[in-house]
């Protein structure tokens, strides 16, 4: 039993290059969000899904976008990356009244 | 509009002390508090949560008190641990699905 899964770990983009950033899940929860972490902004909700094949934008929407075509993953997609964009993201499902979160994945983009 | 507040950034006690770390919150509609914990390198884990229905919450070394009047919450850490030094991040929401985190604060426990 993994919980949250996410990768890549680590990943360097230049400037305008695109990625998927891949959460898995097999708690079989319903609900799936991406964070984003910078140093002194806590988490920032970026998008939330309810249930597959639903999302919804979160706090910081901007810039990405995301998919769920199953219930166990959903992925978040940088189009065309921002410097503003480095940060540390993270996966989380939702069980009952609590968020449980992967480890992370830490971007940079140069 | 900076919905929950945790207004200092750094905590630091002695270990065998206890940590007192606040949060503030402006939203009267928010019903649900969470403290999560964050280690380097990994994701934040669930740490004790309380509902607007209680003043307080209590799970082993940690409790969470909850004054509504004030819009406030405190997580107690007695007796404070190597081990619990971390980020921590006091987090609320209306409705469950949607959380609203603070900036963290990092507690050090001095040996």
């Known amino acids: 039993n993994a919980g949250v899964t996410q990768t890549p770990k680590f990943q360097v983009l230049k400037t305008g290059q695109s990625m998927t950033l891949q959460c898995a899940q097999d708690m079989n929860h319903n609900s799936m969000y991406w964070y984003r972490q910078d140093p002194g902004m806590g988490l920032r909700l970026i998008y939330y899904?309810?249930?597959?094949?639903?999302?919804d934008k979160g706090e910081v929407p901007n810039g990405y976008n995301v998919s769920r075509l199953n219930k166990r993953e959903f992925s978040l997609r940088l189009e065309s990356a921002a410097p503003s964009q480095t940060s540390v993201y993270f996966c989380?499902?939702?069980?009952?009244?609590?968020?449980?979160f992967g480890p992370g994945t830490r971007l940079t983009v140069l | 509009d900076q919905q929950v507040k945790q207004n200092s950034p750094s905590l630091s006690v002695q270990e065998g002390r206890i940590s007192i770390l606040n949060c503030d919150y402006t939203n009267s509609m928010f019903d649900y508090f969470l403290w999560y914990k964050k280690y380097p390198a990994e994701g934040p884990t669930f740490l004790i949560s309380?509902?607007?229905?209680?003043d307080k919450n209590e799970d082993g070394r940690f409790t969470v008190f909850l004054n509504k009047s004030a819009k406030h919450l405190s997580l107690h850490i007695v007796p404070s641990q190597p081990g619990d030094s971390a980020v921590y991040f006091c987090a609320a929401t209306r409705v469950i699905s949607k959380l609203t985190f603070g900036k963290g604060i990092t507690l050090s426990v001095r040996p």
């Open positions: 899904s309810a249930s597959e094949g639903t999302t």
């Open positions: 309380i509902s607007s229905i209680k």
């Open positions: 989380a499902t939702l069980r009952a009244d609590t968020q449980y």
